[in-house]
T-cell receptor, first 113, second 114 residues
Framework: DAGVIQSPRHEVTEMGQEVTLRCKPISGHDYLFWYRQTMMRGLELLIYFNNNVPIDDSGMPEDRFSAKMPNASFSTLKIQPSEPRDSAVYFC???????????FGSGTRLTVV | AQSVAQPEDQVNVAEGNPLTVKCTYSVSGNPYLFWYVQYPNRGLQFLLKYITGDNLVKGSYGFEAEFNKSQTSFHLKKPSALVSDSALYFCAVRERNAGNMLTFGGGTRLMVKP
């Protein structure tokens, strides 16, 4: 199994541009999570899905952030427009019902200049 | 609501010495508890978990953790630290029968010096 796959690994963009981060969860996992990691705030849960349905998006910072999961093998996190304070490492993780932990991807390091 | 506290931002230990990374938690009911490790420029990797049974849990790379219900703690331990253990460690908790959402602590940076 290739694990949780995120793309791109690094993204540098200018303020105001749209950014799309992508995630392919482990096949068979029915939970998908998006986290953001910064030095100041640590690891924050942004949103999670169960069976492709968003369950809790209370961690999404504001309307500029949106996440979709059109099918069981793909999810996107979009920021539009991006701002310098969005600079962080964004992690995707997946898990399966009845199991108790998650598998994390390697993350996308986003820099907004 | 569930929460996790890792009281130490950083733990320094000499190679070969025992190490402890502390974690306390708060949940309404019984917890599932986890430790993850993050190496530089990598995602979090699962180390070990407590679900039920023996309070002493053994995990990857020689790490172990002890569940202490009375103290609501789940400290991570290793008898003899290696320089390669230097990384960021996260404790996480999930309340039973409360969905599949983990709550992570703020992380503790472990520095093992030769």
């Amino acid at each position: 199994d290739a694990g949780v796959i995120q793309s791109p690994r690094h993204e540098v963009t200018e303020m105001g541009q749209e950014v799309t981060l992508r995630c392919k969860p482990i096949s068979g996992h029915d939970y998908l999570f998006w986290y953001r990691q910064t030095m100041m705030r640590g690891l924050e849960l942004l949103i999670y899905f169960n069976n492709n349905v968003p369950i809790d998006d209370s961690g999404m910072p504001e309307d500029r952030f949106s996440a979709k999961m059109p099918n069981a093998s793909f999810s996107t996190l979009k920021i539009q427009p991006s701002e310098p304070r969005d600079s962080a490492v964004y992690f995707c993780a997946s898990g399966e019902d009845g199991n108790y932990g998650y598998t994390f991807g390697s993350g996308t390091r986003l820099t907004v200049v | 609501a569930q929460s996790v506290a890792q009281p130490e931002d950083q733990v320094n230990v000499a190679e070969g010495n025992p190490l402890t990374v502390k974690c306390t938690y708060s949940v309404s009911g019984n917890p599932y508890l986890f430790w993850y490790v993050q190496y530089p420029n990598r995602g979090l990797q699962f180390l070990l978990k407590y679900i039920t049974g023996d309070n002493l849990v053994k995990g990857s790379y020689g790490f172990e953790a002890e569940f202490n219900k009375s103290q609501t703690s789940f400290h991570l331990k290793k008898p003899s630290a290696l320089v390669s253990d230097s990384a960021l460690y996260f404790c996480a908790v999930r309340e039973r029968n409360a969905g599949n959402m983990l709550t992570f602590g703020g992380g503790t940076r472990l520095m093992v010096k030769p």
